[in-house]
């Protein structure tokens, strides 16, 4: 039935834009990403949520984690080290507000992918 696979497709299409357009519009109340430094090489076992944890170890940077944006309750590891791949570099505005590149994409699981930019979740 090839009216009934158009319709199908359509649906996904129009849900998916819907979802987006929610996301879009939760991101403008949620409080930015703040990053919070912890000493050593490894995240701790709690990040707090609505934070960016960078694990610092003297004055090198390891890695960053943070609870996925989507709710899903899943801690996201970066890489942050040069020999890392993939890795992701981090940068800070004059605000002090994290952003990450590249962006972010989670290939199991609850498969989030956005950009971080200025504390602030962008979906893509
Ligand atoms: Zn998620």
Same mark, same amino acid.
Do not use: F
């Given at each position: 039935m090839i009216l009934i696979d158009i319709a199908a497709k359509w649906i996904r299409a129009e849900y998916a834009r819907w979802q987006k357009r929610i996301r879009g519009l939760f991101e403008r109340w949620r409080p930015p990403f703040r990053l919070q430094v912890v000493d050593g090489d490894s995240l701790p076992p709690v990040v707090p949520v609505g934070a960016l944890v960078l694990a610092r170890d003297g004055n090198e940077d390891w890695c960053v984690g943070m609870k996925?944006?989507? =709710? $899903?309750?899943r801690t996201i590891e970066l890489l942050l080290i040069p020999?890392?791949?993939?890795r992701w570099s981090l940068s800070l505005d004059p605000a002090g507000l994290p952003s990450l590149s590249p962006s972010v994409f989670l290939r199991? =699981? $609850?498969?989030a992918h956005f950009w971080l930019r200025g504390g602030r979740v962008t979906w893509t």
């Open positions: 996925c944006p989507c =709710g $899903c309750g020999e890392a791949k993939p199991d =699981g $609850c498969r």
